[in-house]
């Protein structure tokens, strides 16, 4: 089994800047893909950005330019920086890890409160 423990949300101003972590422990894959995803009220969940083990990254165009992925093999953790926080941001933000050759991921974290102000 693996479990992920998110931390790093909060309530920022919008322009501000919050730094997520997810900590994955337990049988990790070797090769993998740990991702974001976000849900807002009544909105369906969506894919922010992902980063395979050797660090190819993808992100959703909504946070382009504004929102890094990246993560510590050694410590099994991702990061997520986003910057120039949108009231649009706010969401759940919920990490997970898959399997390099899924497209679903395998397991998912608690979730995060990510709330931005106007």
């Known amino acids: 089994q693996v479990q992920l423990v998110e931390s790093g949300g909060g309530l920022v101003q919008a322009g501000g800047s919050l730094r997520l972590s997810c900590a994955a422990s337990?049988?990790?894959?070797?090769?993998?893909?740990m991702g974001w995803y976000r849900q807002a009220p009544g909105k369906e969940r969506e894919l922010v950005a992902r980063?395979?083990?050797?660090?190819?990254?993808m992100y959703a165009d909504s946070v382009k330019g504004r929102f890094t992925v990246s993560r510590d093999n050694a410590k099994n953790t991702v990061y997520l920086q986003m910057n120039s926080l949108k009231p649009e941001d706010t969401a759940v933000y919920y990490c997970t890890l898959r399997r390099l050759w899924v497209a679903i991921p395998d397991y998912w974290g608690q979730g995060t409160q990510v709330t931005v102000s106007s």
């Open positions: 980063i395979t083990s050797g660090g190819n990254t």
């Open positions: 337990g049988s990790i894959f070797g090769t993998n893909v």
